[in-house]
DNA sequence: GCGACAG
DNA sequence: ATCTTGTCGC
């Protein structure tokens, strides 16, 4: 599939900051978004530990039968230091790559990470989605910033991530009293229906099988 | 001033 | 992200 390029590339944390200031106004926090889509693609990067090696992966999945319908995995490098705030710097050239090599154009990105949920509201999920143009959301394993009401216990329960007065996301319990993740929006699609589709995603452990299938494929080529 | 801080 | 063994429980 075609993606937007994304130079000019960062050389310090002020610079990526100024970018992500840039493309947050190209966000359309509009409209429910996709009720049913078709297929969802699932990323995740693994990393080499002590090097800087690391493997972008992208499994695209049937959202009915929730099954693989295509991979793309490449090995590329950190291409920014990690900084929390700035961590999509990290990983986006790898991951757009391994997005290009894509034949099919899935309907839905589920990024690993934050969207709205986000210091500028533009984490990893936002700048993907503007880069694809695509429905884009993200679930994150962990917490960020923003306060909440512990969820209920039950699969399914889910409160809303409130930071400078704004609901930036939700913390959704995907399996019965199993810690909760970090659902947020990315682009072109509302709260209520990435969080439809996380929990739809997840039907037998915490993370969606998108983020499963794309990890695996991630570290299993990192070997290779 | 002291923590917290996506992956 | 990654380093790491056994262990509790269905």
Known sequence: MEVRALHPWPATPGEAETIQDRL???????????????????????????????????????????????????????????????????????????????????????????GLAHPRRFGLA??????????????????????????????????????DGQVVGRVLRTQDDVRPVYVSVGHRIGLDTACRHALALSPHYRLPETTRHADRLGRRALRA
């Open 126 to 163: 936002c700048h993907l989605g503007v880069l694809t143009g695509l429905p884009s959301m993200g679930v994150a394993k962990t917490h960020l910033l923003g306060s909440y009401d512990p969820p209920d216990r039950a699969r399914g329960s889910a409160a809303d991530l409130r930071h």
């Open 24 to 114: 947050r106004p190209l966000l359309d926090l509009t409209g429910p978004g996709p009720a049913a889509p078709r297929t969802a693609a699932g990323l995740d990067v693994s990393y080499e530990e002590g090097t800087d090696r690391l493997a972008a992966a992208v499994v695209v999945l049937d959202m009915a039968t929730l099954q693989p319908v295509e991979e793309s995995v490449v090995i590329g490098t950190a291409a920014f230091p990690y900084v929390p705030g700035l961590f999509a710097f990290r990983e986006l050239p790898t991951l757009i790559e391994a997005l290009e090599r894509l034949s099919v154009t899935p309907d839905l990105l589920v990024c690993d990470g934050h």
